[in-house]
């Protein structure tokens, strides 16, 4: 499986911005996915996730009700919603995928990464 992140960009605190992550390969339906990011001088930390149907979600706490997670698996893309976008949200995230287990949280748990794609909110 290879990933292709996109959509970051340069904004203003408050604004909104959409995340893509688009999959190649025939598994992408089964396979779980996150939404990863890392700011400057921090480690990787896991920002939302969701299951091969899409009906189950989980959300870091910094961005539970401002941040949507979804995927198409017609399309094999994975997206991240970002809204009232925060200084503190700056960061390049990251999406990863691996078959979906059952859990979620953790970042071993995905063996397959994007490339990454910079956001920046300035206040």
């Known amino acids: 499986v290879q990933l292709q992140a996109s959509g970051g960009g340069s904004v203003q605190a408050g604004d909104s911005l959409m995340l893509s992550c688009v999959a190649s390969?025939?598994?992408?339906?089964?396979?779980?996915m996150a939404w990863f990011r890392q700011a400057p001088g921090k480690g990787r930390e896991l920002v939302a996730a969701?299951?091969?149907?899409?009906?189950?979600?989980h959300y870091a706490d910094s961005v539970e009700g401002r941040f949507t997670i979804s995927r198409d698996n017609a399309k094999n893309t994975m997206y991240l919603q970002m809204n009232s976008l925060k200084p503190e949200d700056t960061a390049v995230y990251y999406c990863?995928?691996?078959?979906?287990?059952?859990?979620?949280?953790?970042?071993?748990?995905?063996?397959?990464w994007g490339q990454g794609t910079l956001v920046t909110v300035s206040s």
């Open positions: 390969g025939r598994t992408f339906s089964s396979y779980a």
């Open positions: 969701i299951n091969w149907s899409g009906d189950y979600t």
């Open positions: 990863g995928a691996d078959r979906d287990s059952g859990s979620y949280q953790r970042m071993a748990i995905y063996g397959y």
